[in-house]
């Protein structure tokens, strides 16, 4: 964004009047009663005071550049001590915001940060400081398990992550097996990515995480579908057999219902599908969303197709158990990490000792018990060892055997109506997917 140093100022101070906009409209403490550092016009003008400073620091005039801002800080810090002793407050957020309002105007000029960034960090800061009220709801409803579950998250996501070696370690790598006569064929093979496994333990804790929070503000009691939609979150495959096993207790008017439900747990595996492929293969992500999206879509049309059709509706929710306390700790994670590598392990065996057919076979083999473990195996493998188009057609391979395995399992244990809707959908899934991808190969 090269933008003249005249535009610069400009956006110095309306940065500086937002933020001081929101200190008037939004202080309400004592502390406003007694003394006041100002608003739109002060913050204005320290927000200025800074692009000053950052003008006279890039020409060399260090001196008043430093005067400027020795004494905007210490005014800050005199307003602090004097209001906090009047009011007996220490909050600390007019201060603050009065220094990060002279340090954008600062760095707007200085051009160390790019300006698209500083603006969004402002838009970040204002949207904060504007909801001191709803962030004190949040806050008074976690408990301390909650608190000490997010930092644990943020040490796992932000302490042991960017520590980890993002290398992959083969069987010819691990010095204990050196004295083991390992056929040559297999030295190469992939074991463990300690950066990307652990990656992997990040995101099911956050998928968890997520989990929780939905259960805990949004619950079961928000009816069937938004039950299902949570369940498909957790595991579309084990909503798919919740509502099978119902199908048979309820009557041929609910069935409608819950093969809705079941649909709306499959759009949010798909969404899931999404995730995994972003965070793992951005490249296999845009060549693939077009599909899922046209999957998604399908879906929904059916979904609308079918509530059109029935005649009566289900308040009723799904059984999901719901944890009193957030499970985002490792041990989950990690066992689901544990799982992924064994898979990745049998995946490339079957690679080297069969080639592709033997791959796809395992990996469809696999799917009839969830898709996860494979999506984030095909994601890393595309690329490397496989071909975008061919980890596109797994993909869709293995998304129809998982809705195969939910309909034999809807055959074997759902009424004789949810199996036959169940069917239909996975009829519009397979023929969808595989025309669409006969368009683009």
Sequence with gaps: ???????????????????????????????????????????????????????????????LSYIITS?????????????????????????????????????????IIPISIIIAFSVVLILILSNKHRSKI????????????????????????????NINYTL???????NINIPSILQNLEIINPYRLWLIVVLISGINLLRYLLQKYYSQNKGLYISGFFGGILSSTLTNHILAERSKKESNEKQFDLIITNIIAYIASVLHICFFIAILNNILLIKILPGLGLMILVSIGFAIILNHYKKSSSANTLNFKINNKPDILLIPA?????????????????????????????????????????IINISEMAQKTISINYAILVVLIINIANLLGKWIYSCWKGSKRFSQLNLLLLTLIFVTSFVWYLLII
Excluded: C
Aim: no cysteine; glycine share 8%.
């Design 138 to 165: 949040i806050a008074s409803r976690i408990d301390q398990h909650e608190w000490n579950s997010f930092l644990s998250f943020a040490i796992i996501l932000l302490v042991i992550l960017p520590f980890l070696p």
């Design 172 to 178: 010819s790598d691990f010095a204990f097996l050196k």
């Design 334 to 374: 990690i066992k689901f990490a544990f799982l992924v590598t064994i898979i990745k392990i049998i995946a490339g065996l079957a690679f080297i000792y069969w080639g592709i057919k033997g791959f796809l076979l395992a990996s469809t083999i696999s799917s009839f018990a969830g898709v996860d473990a494979i």
């Design 71 to 111: 004494f905007i800080f210490i005014a800050i810090l005199v307003y602090y001590f004097i209001t906090a002793f009047k009011s007996h407050s220490t909050g600390l957020t007019t201060e603050i915001s009065a220094l990060l309002a002279y340090l954008i105007g600062f760095f707007l000029i200085i051009n």
């Design 1 to 63: 964004m090269g933008l003249s140093l005249f535009f610069k100022f400009i956006i110095s101070l309306l940065l500086g009047s937002v933020i001081g906009l929101e200190r008037e409209t939004g202080n309400t403490s004592k502390k406003k009663e007694i003394w006041t550092l100002g608003g739109v016009r002060t913050f204005a003008l320290i927000s200025f005071l800074g692009s000053i400073a950052g003008f006279l620091f890039v020409n060399n005039a260090l001196g």
